[in-house]
């Protein structure tokens, strides 16, 4: 443990802190309090009948904080998770988990905002890269791109399918001059040779490397 970290002492019993005073229990309890879990975490909120219903504010003993809405005990519409590794989600839930429309804004400073399903980037939605400035738009499918534009810093786009994150099969680049560029992407997989060996159970690390294939050109109309 880091020496500017402190030692979390985990509470040894439940606690339910209202305005009537301090219960061992929230069965049957309706109102608002605070109540501490032995497992280190923290809710500060709405109940009803004994459960997390309504808004309020989970804080998990690693740090990060969510804060909205609660449907019998579990995250639900609208809410949002501060990470204490830095970034955070704004968007809808359901059933504990993303769901709906919803912004991602990751550790490095990438934002990905679009619609999501069971905690996954699916449907129409645009990721934003925040060292290159270049983005993602378009279709999304178990959480990779499947179809849609990449736009690059200059305003050059490709826009076709997507496998692995990078482009693939038929597509078109539209230069920034407005030349248009049609062909494909071929996609080999490759095992990275400077990856430690895989162990027992392990997939090895592999790498996607993309060639492309000029079909035709179309210049720019002057």
């Given amino acids: 443990m880091a020496d500017d970290e ?7 019993n439940y606690t339910l802190t209202t305005d009537a005073g301090e219960k061992k229990s929230s069965i049957g309890f309706t109102g608002k309090g605070t ?30 904080v969510f804060e909205g809405t609660f449907e019998n005990n579990i995250k639900s519409g609208l809410g949002r998770v501060t990470y204490k590794k830095g970034g955070f989600f704004h968007g ?15 550790p490095n400073g990438d ?24 983005f993602y738009r378009g ?48 996609q080999e997989i490759l095992p990275v040779d400077k990856a430690p060996p895989a162990k027992e159970g392990e997939e090895v690390a592999t790498m996607t490397k993309t060639n492309w294939r000029t079909t035709s050109m179309e210049a720019a109309e002057e």
């Fill in 35 to 64: 109540a501490k879990y032995t497992n280190g975490d923290e809710y500060e909120g709405n109940f009803e009948k004994g459960v997390r219903q309504g808004p309020g504010i989970y804080r998990y003993i690693g740090g990060d």
């Fill in 92 to 106: 809808h839930f359901k059933d504990g988990q993303r769901e709906g429309e919803g912004t991602f804004q990751y």
């Fill in 6 to 12: 402190e030692e979390v002492v985990l509470p040894e």
């Fill in 111 to 134: 934002i990905y905002s679009g619609m999501w399903e069971a905690n996954r980037r699916h449907g129409m939605g645009t990721y934003v890269f925040n060292k290159t400035k270049y």
């Fill in 139 to 186: 279709e999304w499918r178990e959480g990779k791109m499947v179809r849609g534009e990449w736009r690059l810093t200059d305003g050059t786009t490709f826009h076709g399918d997507f496998q692995n994150q990078k482009p693939c099969g038929e597509g078109a680049w539209h230069m920034k001059g407005g030349t248009i560029v049609k062909g494909s992407y071929a």
